[in-house]
């Protein structure tokens, strides 16, 4: 039996983290099962579902989107497919994650955040973007965050959700081979991670550094956080606080 609309559903939190994203292109996901995504999934890590917001619509042109009020170019999402979708799948524990260029910038801290959510909900908008109202609706109903991944715009929320999901999922327990592997990387450091190399140790005629290749782990460790600091203030100098830019 349908639940009444604007009803939320109460659930039990599940150790596996639950995803689920709302599109008009369910096509565009195919790739979170790849990689260590995949991997995720097929091991029980993470369970992500995709829907189609056509699959709520009511009319036979299964129509999204209408002109905006007060002109303007572009069309602007309806609202009424959303309330169907998200009341489908949002429950009182979800983060509804809305990403939109006109939201808070996404951080290593905000992936963090998002990462110890039992529920996240994607609702990956198109055109104009989603009649605000939805946001307002579910503002009052759930957590909700509007969500850039920088200062451009894309053609809908599909690919920005992506990166972001990359960026979450990387961070669920058991997804990474060696968890070591999040502690010394750009963004878990001071400022971005210090370069890398591997075999061989010369290649066209440059060398590996050769602290590197010296066994002695404190002057490695010395040299890496220098490295970091250099490749901070040449790359992402907004990082820096003001002792490190001398």
């Known amino acids: 039996m349908p639940r009444p609309a604007g009803c939320l559903r109460t659930k039990a939190v ?33 369970d992500i579902t995709i829907h189609d917001l056509r699959g709520f619509t009511g009319d036979v ?8 009020y007060g002109g303007g170019a572009g069309m602007v999402m309806s609202p009424e497919p959303w309330g169907q979708a998200l009341d489908s799948v ?5 983060v509804l994650v809305v990403p939109t260029p006109a939201g808070e910038v996404f951080t290593q801290q905000m992936a963090k955040g998002f990462g110890d959510s039992a ?21 009052e109903r759930v957590s909700v965050r509007e969500v850039s991944i920088g200062d451009y715009v894309l053609g809908g929320g599909e690919v920005a959700t992506l990166v972001m999901l990359e960026a979450v999922i990387r961070l669920v327990p058991g997804v990474l081979g ?23 140790a010369t290649w066209r005629g440059r060398d590996v550094p050769e602290v590197l290749l010296s066994g002695h782990h404190d002057k490695i460790r010395q040299w890496r956080q220098e490295q970091s600091r250099q490749r901070t203030a040449q790359n992402r100098p907004d990082l820096l606080g003001p002792a490190d830019t001398d």
């Open 178 to 200: 060696n968890p070591e592997s999040l502690v010394e990387e750009s963004h878990e450091l001071p400022g971005v991670e210090y370069p890398n190399y591997t075999k061989p």
């Open 119 to 139: 529920h996240l909900v994607f609702a990956c908008g198109r055109y104009e973007g989603i009649d605000h109202r939805v946001v307002e609706y579910y503002r």
């Open 90 to 94: 949002l429950t009182t524990q979800s």
């Open 14 to 46: 599940v150790m596996a983290p639950k995803i689920d994203i709302v599109t008009i292109f369910p096509d565009y996901f195919q790739p979170l099962q790849l990689s260590l995504i995949g991997k995720s999934q097929a091991d029980g890590l993470v």
């Open 61 to 68: 042109h299964r129509s999204v989107d209408d002109t905006p």
